[in-house]
């Protein structure tokens, strides 16, 4: 059974950058879909983004389409969420997830209402804090 293990939460100023990483083990990273979500306090959850099972397609949210980036090293069995110029409403938990789809266009999308049903395993979540 696939675990995931997200770290490198903290607290950065307003337009700032932070490498959040999912580590994964108990299960071939490869066979998954990755997606990134996030939950503010008193907010539901929303998807940030996903990456396709090799790597070669990636979706974002709009809100951070431009600022994020997605990457995946399957040899190492980790995904990364780059986060470039952050903002203070960029704050909240946020949580990996694996699907055994292939792309997340449709199937997967975190992005969409119901896409978060699409993912069988989670990550505990990281911590990530915009404030000056």
């Known amino acids: 059974q696939l675990q995931l293990v997200e770290s490198g939460g903290g607290l950065v100023q307003p337009g700032g950058s932070l490498t959040l990483s999912c580590a994964a083990s108990?299960?071939?990273?490869?066979?998954?879909?990755i997606g990134w979500f996030r939950q503010a306090p008193g907010k539901e959850r929303e998807g940030v983004g996903c990456?396709?099972?090799?790597?070669?397609?990636?979706e974002y949210a709009d809100s951070v389409r431009g600022r994020f980036t997605i990457s995946r090293d399957n040899a190492k069995k980790a995904v990364y969420l780059q986060m470039n110029n952050l903002k203070p409403e960029d704050t909240a938990k946020y949580y990996c997830?694996?699907?055994?789809?292939?792309?997340?266009?449709?199937?997967?999308?975190?992005?969409?209402?119901?896409?978060?049903?699409?993912?069988?395993?989670w990550g505990q979540g990281t911590q990530v804090t915009i404030s000056s």
């Open positions: 997830a694996a699907s055994r789809g292939f792309y997340c266009s449709e199937y997967a999308n975190p992005m969409t209402p119901d896409g978060h049903t699409d993912y069988e395993y």
């Open positions: 108990g299960s071939t990273l490869e066979h998954y879909v």
């Open positions: 990456i396709s099972r090799i790597g070669s397609s990636t």
